[in-house]
T-cell receptor
Framework: QKEVEQDPGPLSVPEGAIVSLNCTYS??????FMWYRQYSRKGPELLMY????GNKEDGRFTAQVDKSSKYISLFIRDSQPSDSATYLC??????????????FGTGTLLAVQP | DSGVTQTPKHLITATGQRVTLRCSPR?????VYWYQQSLDQGLQFLIQ???????AKGNILERFSAQQFPDLHSELNLSSLELGDSALYFC???????????????FGPGTRLTVT
């Protein structure tokens, strides 16, 4: 079993829809949770960074972390064709502050249809 | 633009050869990370350097090595290349050394390596 599971999609939605992307994980030591957006053949772009459980909002994006269920989500409101990309969840734990390696999900391919 | 630069963008080489990938972190960042992205394995952590010192190793092959120089740029050396080493190689950087709150990683545009 992988440490981080993510539905690969593809997910196709009409413009203006609310998109929900999810990841589950097995390592209870994870404390830091991130969402990256990756356009084809480009580097991952950091969208959201959250620590521990709770919600964080930034514009049209909302990240939710539920550590009790080992489940994280990214919601995109009023989705746009420019949101079409692969969305990667990533996580890390604080190994005494000595390392910051990220464990990534496999990514969900999102297509927003105009 | 994340501020992390990587060269070259593309690299095509033959099996058995050796290549060097270069990364310059964002201004002020002390940690550099290398990741490999392939279709079957996804994004995998290879190695981390902080202020010139190796801090963590992931699934990095013995044929691969890295270093971080005094000016904080980093190089990833890949030797005895095999077809399976074909992948995207990303460098990321962060301000500090550990998984601390606010120590986000920013990725460069990557180097696409093709081994023929």
């Amino acid at each position: 079993q992988k440490e981080v599971e993510q539905d690969p999609g593809p997910l196709s939605v009409p413009e203006g829809a609310i998109v929900s992307l999810n990841c589950t994980y097995s390592n209870s030591a994870f404390q830091y949770f991130m969402w990256y957006r990756q356009y084809s053949r480009k580097g991952p772009e950091l969208l959201m960074y959250t620590y521990s459980s709770g919600n964080k909002e930034d514009g049209r994006f909302t990240a939710q972390v539920d550590k009790s269920s080992k489940y994280i989500s990214l919601f995109i409101r009023d989705s746009q064709p420019s949101d079409s990309a692969t969305y990667l969840c990533a996580m890390s734990s604080n190994y005494g502050g000595a390392t910051n390696k990220l464990i990534f999900g496999t990514g969900t391919l999102l297509a927003v249809q105009p | 633009d994340s501020g992390v630069t990587q060269t070259p963008k593309h690299l095509i080489t033959a099996t058995g050869q050796r290549v060097t990938l270069r990364c310059s972190p964002r201004s002020g960042d002390l940690s550099v990370y290398w990741y490999q992205q392939s279709l079957d394995q996804g994004l995998q952590f290879l190695i981390q350097y902080y202020n010139g010192e190796e801090r963590a190793k992931g699934n990095i092959l013995e044929r691969f090595s890295a270093q971080q120089f005094p000016d904080l740029h980093s190089e990833l050396n890949l030797s005895s290349l095999e077809l399976g080493d074909s992948a995207l190689y990303f460098c990321a950087s962060s301000r500090r050394q550990g998984a601390l709150q606010g120590d986000e990683q920013y990725f460069g545009p990557g180097t696409r390596l093709t081994v023929t």
